[in-house]
């Protein structure tokens, strides 16, 4: 009987692409086994056709007083008796998932409290997030991770006003925490540059981003 192996990661996009190395070695050490992946609806489209898993749920994510959408996502987890769990969103949220869990758990990679494969190093909050995503693998018995990786994510682009070469660049990421975000000014000097050397920067992002968006072509029309 094939092992049931559950990945569990929510967001954001930066940090789903970097989990994509995570994704590969939890498919290549577990080759033969069932992996769900339980995400947010904005990545399950994304990573429906990549390689490493065979089903995807959709957490909305309720609120503890959502107390039916608290039940429905208990009972989907409680739907099958998984083998291991890989958290590789070690939040809070992520990690109270282990108490909705049936017994006998199952082989729990994270930080939930008394998980079997703890992710224990007490200075992963200062790691970068490929690190230490790979030091929790391996942690876990998951000796190779490799870097993050979306050759699948392929399309044609013939059909798109852009020439080759060409470089994409996002500049709205961390909505949430704008600190985080590189100076729309080094993304127009960076554009400005691409520009020189013959590659057609393109400029990706939603309504949010508008401004930035602006600013940078602004710098480099």
């Not at 993050?148 to 994510?153: F, G, S």
Request: glycine share 6%; with cysteine.
């Amino acid at each position: 009987m094939s092992k049931h192996i559950l990945v569990i990661k929510h967001g954001a996009l930066g940090d789903v692409v970097l989990a994509t190395g995570p994704f590969q070695a939890i498919r290549e050490h577990h080759a033969d086994a069932h992996i769900t992946l339980l995400t947010t609806k904005p990545y399950a489209k994304l990573l429906q056709n990549s390689p490493y898993f065979d089903e995807i749920w959709v957490d909305i994510r309720p609120k503890l007083w959502q107390i039916s959408d608290v039940l429905a996502l208990r009972k989907m987890l409680r739907s099958r008796q998984f083998d291991w769990v890989y958290d590789l969103q070690t939040s809070s949220r992520s990690s109270q998932y282990f108490k909705l869990l049936k017994a006998p758990k199952p082989q729990w990679s994270g930080v939930a409290s008394g998980c079997s494969h703890p992710h224990d190093n007490p200075n992963r909050a200062a790691m970068h997030t490929v690190e230490r995503q790979r030091e929790q693998l391996q942690m876990a018995g998951i000796p190779n991770v490799p870097q993050p990786n979306l050759d699948w994510l392929s399309e044609s682009v013939d059909d798109l006003p852009v020439k080759k070469p060409y470089i994409l660049l996002v500049p709205g990421g961390s909505a949430h925490r704008p600190a985080k975000r590189w100076p729309s000014d080094a993304y127009g000097a960076l554009a400005s540059y691409l520009a020189d050397v013959d590659i057609q920067p393109v400029l990706i992002g939603a309504g949010a981003e508008s401004g930035i968006l602006s600013n940078i072509t602004r710098q480099e029309p």
